[in-house]
């Protein structure tokens, strides 16, 4: 594979000039079968090169175990990229945003009191150094200086919208460098931060998505000399829970990326194609209020969640033949999607009866916190007996994000994070009742200040300004649902209690697997599961009101999916899955 080099009037690639047509595309938000599709569809649009962040948080789980197999198999990426003739930004972090749970860092560096994230800290410097060795050692083959896809490699990112410690970022290059990344290194900030997050020696970019000929003359202001890149350039936008699907019209997106193009500058769309925040693995924003990030990651992209081409799509191609040779193939067509219909949901199992059986619970004096647990994601189930009976008032110092009250099992409330929610009154029928938290970690807060976001109830528990001690904290990650004892529902479940109905798929060729959209009309709120592959979170705060179900997750014969329902259970008890997906108004 040709070498990228920097020169003062832009990029060449083995001597020859070059224009970096990049687009984001996760491979840890995209069923790892679907990766060729993508990647093609990415060459089809006229890119030469893709984009992915690396979530430190789900290679390196816990400190002594580190996975890049299966659905993180990172090195395949790679070489499918490559074999499609692409070549690759690599931006491994530490820190990524992008969205993502605690934007990527791992949980358990929270588990240390006081510990300060994307700074000198030397207990986080020592944990990426040993992230930055096992990540990069196998994936040096792949850079460009060694044959491979890799042309680039980020350092952190957006480093300049928290801080301005210039020897920290040069820490992390130095690691680079020692294990062996030997291609051009580069930051990205948005133009106010290009100052206070470069990199002397190092190629800066700049994140954008409008006013192009603007914030490119920001970038040169601070880098007179170098190729304009943005490294970031906004097509669409993220969706929170409670607001709207957020889209962006394709022509006046297009007529800025013309723009850009226009200059000379190199781009990098974000997204090409968004994908989905499987499972738990959405984020957050918190400025001043708590919002979680939605399951989908469409993001309206050129792509959409399904790997479809969008009207962007055609737009950007018809741009991008304008400065370059874009493939003869035509459009990919929309693919087929299954329509199922309506899906029984027959059997049930009571969350709290089966906690026991999806954790072991830990005493303590006080309430432990999901990183003091060990805990990444799901819930935990905090509980205490009460002293005597009467009407009480309960506050809780931090709810991080949302917990559900019972009193011996029954529904009391709700206390949300995100409405500043800390007390409720209630009546405590008899001395010696149990009173059950069940605390959701709705996404770790992926930008600013409030990564540090400790999840459970890190603060104080009071009854009538008293302190509550002696709880019991039980860890349910959910992470597999096989302990589950499900029998048939003959009565509505009270409180949370996961729902199980099969369908069935013949092997037939009138009926090829495809992707699907599962429908929650009537569910409240909670997670699915299809076949034991975790689709997300759903809510019926919106906007999102399908979750996306890829292809690959379904099989022949009998079929299972799952809800957790934290509240009350849709009469009747069924799903639907159809041909088309529903994001929500895009209007508030």
């Known amino acids: 594979m040709p070498v990228l080099q920097i020169d003062d009037d832009g990029f060449r690639l083995d001597g020859e000039p070059f224009r970096l047509l990049s687009g984001g595309l ?71 945003c992008a969205e993502w749970e605690g934007g990527g860092l791992p949980s358990w560096l929270l588990a240390e009191p006081g510990i300060r994230l994307r700074t000198r800290d030397p207990r986080f410097l020592t944990a990426v150094d040993d992230y930055f060795e096992r990540l990069l050692t196998p994936l040096v083959p792949y850079l460009a200086t060694r044959g491979g896809p890799v042309l680039a490699v980020q350092v952190e990112n957006e480093y300049g919208a928290y801080g301005d410690d210039t020897a920290y970022l040069e820490h992390l290059a130095a690691s680079l460098r020692r294990i062996g990344v030997d291609v051009p290194l580069f930051t990205c900030d948005q133009p106010a931060d290009l100052e206070r997050g470069g990199l002397p020696g190092v190629l800066a970019t700049a994140n954008f ?68 925040n499987f499972g738990f693995t959405n984020g957050a924003n918190d400025k001043h209020t708590y919002r979680p990030t939605v399951t989908s990651y469409d993001y309206d992209a050129p792509l959409d969640e399904a790997g479809d081409p969008t009207e962007k799509f055609t737009a950007f191609r018809e741009v991008i ?40 619970s830990v005493a303590s004096r006080h309430p432990l916190t999901m990183e003091e647990l060990g805990q990444d994601f799901g819930f935990v189930l905090y509980e205490t007996a009460l002293p005597a009976a009467g009407p009480v008032l309960l506050e809780l110092e931090q709810v ?101 109905g099969t369908f069935e798929l013949g092997d037939t060729a009138s009926r090829p697997l495809a992707d699907t959209f599962l429908h929650l009309d009537g569910w409240t709120k909670g997670n699915a599961w299809i076949n034991g592959f975790p689709l997300g979170r759903y809510w019926s705060r919106g906007p999102q009101r399908s979750l996306y179900v890829p292809g690959p997750v379904l099989r022949r014969g009998t079929n299972e999916v799952v809800l957790l329902e934290l509240h009350a259970a849709h009469r009747p008890r069924t799903v639907d899955f159809r041909e088309t997906h529903d994001l929500g108004p895009t209007e508030e």
């Not at 990766?35 to 002594?64: F, I, S």
């Not at 040779?325 to 459009?331: C, Q, R, Y």
């Not at 994070?417 to 938290?437: C, D, K, Q, Y």
Request: glycine share 10%.
């Open 400 to 500: 991080r994000d949302r917990a559900q009250v019972f009193l011996d099992g029954r529904p009391v409330g709700v206390l949300e994070r995100e409405n500043h929610e800390h007390a409720i009154a209630f009546t405590v029928p008899r001395a010696g009742s149990v009173l059950g938290l069940l605390v959701e970690n709705q996404g770790r807060v992926n930008y600013g200040p409030g990564i540090h976001d400790r999840k459970g109830l890190p603060g104080t528990v009071t009854l009538d300004g008293t302190e509550l001690a002696g709880w019991t904290n039980r860890p349910l990650p959910l992470t597999s649902l096989d302990a589950l004892d499900f029998a048939p529902t003959t009565a509505t479940p009270v409180g949370p209690a996961f729902h199980r």
């Open 321 to 360: 033949a304008k400065y370059a040779s874009v493939p003869a193939e035509p459009v990919p067509a929309r693919a087929r999607k299954l329509a199922l219909g309506a899906v029984e949901l027959t059997e049930s199992a009571g969350l709290l009866a089966c906690a026991p059986a999806l954790g072991d």
């Open 209 to 276: 998505g409008s006013r192009s000929a603007e914030n490119l003359a920001a970038l040169r202001a601070h880098r007179p000399a170098g190729p304009l890149l943005s490294s970031e350039f906004w097509i669409g936008w993220f969706d929170r829970w409670g607001g709207h699907h957020v889209v962006r019209d394709p022509d006046p997106a297009a007529r800025e990326l013309d723009e850009l193009l226009a200059t000379g500058a190199s781009v990098n769309f974000y997204m090409f194609h968004g994908g989905t």
């Open 26 to 96: 996760h491979y840890f938000r995209v069923h790892p079968a679907q990766w060729a599709d993508r990647l093609r569809k990415a060459r089809l649009m006229g890119l030469n090169t893709v984009e992915t962040y690396v979530p430190w948080n789900l290679h390196q789980p816990r400190p002594d175990r580190f996975h890049m197999d299966g659905a993180l198999d990172l090195p395949a990426f790679l070489d499918l990229a490559s074999a499609e003739g692409l070549h690759v930004l690599l931006r491994p972090g530490p820190y990524i």
